[in-house]
């Protein structure tokens, strides 16, 4: 079945810092999400992407849908302590009515003060 | 606001016992899904539903059945109860057509079973 990776599993880093994470995938997508997902509680859309190529931003968030169609960029601008969580990218590979998401196994965000 | 909710955030049963869990969404989605999340595997389908009274299986069904009985209501059963069933359930819904794909997430329920 299909597949998507995440990249890194976990990273540390400074607040303040930039961070970046990549998702893959075996197979190609005709649409991208990023979610975070805070401790306890259940993920969170972060930006949706439906365009190859296409560069969205929400606030300091700035995600890319691969022009291979294959992976998805999310970039953190100046990270803060609110940032902490597991960012999950889920890929859809068909627009038919009722496809599901697969998911990556997401990336741990750790910010340190 | 949109709004997931589910029954229960922790739940604590014993092996072989019968488990409801429920979800409720006031979007009025079409679309409803149940997903295991467990550390390093991210989010695995178990079931989900597109319409009222309809099922389809996911990537995991084994030892869990579903029922859609109203649009607003999916709920998740786990017929028997196993050890290897305690795990993070959440529960998200959607609306259909092309451009509205995002789920929609409930907190989770986090069930353990002893």
């Known amino acids: 079945g299909q597949q998507l990776n995440q990249s890194p599993q976990s990273m540390f880093i400074q607040e303040g810092e930039d961070v970046s994470m990549n998702c893959t995938s075996s197979?190609?997508?005709?649409?991208w999400l990023w979610y975070k997902q805070d401790p306890g509680e259940g993920p969170v859309l972060l930006i949706a992407?439906?365009?190859?190529?296409e560069l969205t931003s929400n606030g300091r968030l700035t995600a890319q849908f691969g022009i291979t169609r294959k992976d998805s960029f999310l970039n953190i601008s100046a990270s803060i302590p609110s940032d902490v969580g597991i960012y999950f990218c889920?890929?859809?590979?068909?627009?038919?009515?009722?496809?599901?998401?697969?998911f990556g196994p997401g990336t741990r965000l750790s910010v340190l003060p | 606001d949109v709004k997931v909710t589910q029954s229960s955030r922790y739940l604590v049963k014993r092996t072989g016992e019968k488990v409801f869990l429920e979800c409720v969404q006031d979007?009025?989605?079409?679309?409803m899904f149940w997903y295991r999340q467990d550390p390093g595997l991210g989010l695995r389908l178990i079931y989900f539903?597109?319409?009222?009274?309809?099922?389809e299986k996911g990537d995991i069904p084994e030892g869990y059945s579903v029922s859609r009985e109203k649009k607003e209501r999916f709920s998740l059963i786990l017929e028997s109860a196993s050890t290897n069933q305690t795990s993070m359930y959440l529960c998200?819904?959607?609306?259909?057509?092309?451009?509205?794909?995002?789920?929609?997430f409930g907190p989770g329920t986090r069930l353990t079973v002893l």
């Open positions: 992407l439906y365009k190859a190529g």
């Open positions: 979007m009025d989605h079409e679309n």
């Open positions: 539903s597109y319409d009222v009274k309809m099922k």
């Open positions: 889920a890929g859809r590979a068909r627009d038919n009515y009722g496809q599901n998401f697969v």
């Open positions: 197979s190609i997508f005709n649409t």
């Open positions: 998200a819904s959607s609306d259909v057509g092309l451009v509205s794909n995002e789920q929609f």
